[in-house]
């Protein structure tokens, strides 16, 4: 007997590495967009204490923040959120 050949609606995948590429940089975007209202909602105290848990969350982006070329970028998106902290072109 002859086995069946494989259709092309089967050998496709669902999306294979770009759909992953795709994903990591969505979630990487929400990750650093997400920084500014975690911020703004420690500066109005919205989280009755200290989160330990949010900070170390938090602690890579901004160690990006102080130790690479991208000071300034997200130091303007930072003011933002916290103009008080960061001022116009990034600086602390």
């Keep these: 007997m002859d086995e069946p050949t494989e259709t092309?609606?089967?050998?496709k995948r669902s999306?294979?590495?770009?759909?992953?590429?795709?994903?990591?940089?969505t979630v990487l975007t929400l990750y650093v967009l997400s920084a500014g209202p975690y911020m703004l909602a420690e500066?109005?105290?919205v989280l009755k204490t200290p989160n330990a848990?949010?900070?170390?969350?938090y602690a890579p982006l901004f160690w990006v923040y102080w130790k690479t070329p991208l000071h300034r970028p997200l130091g303007m998106y930072f003011h933002l959120?916290?103009?008080?902290?960061?001022?116009?072109w990034g600086g602390f």
Excluded: D, P, T
Aim: net charge positive; aromatic share 16%.
């Design 43 to 45: 500066e109005k105290k």
């Design 53 to 57: 848990v949010l900070h170390a969350v």
């Design 8 to 11: 092309k609606a089967e050998v």
């Design 81 to 88: 959120w916290r103009s008080e902290h960061f001022n116009k």
């Design 15 to 25: 999306g294979g590495y770009w759909s992953c590429i795709v994903w990591m940089a």
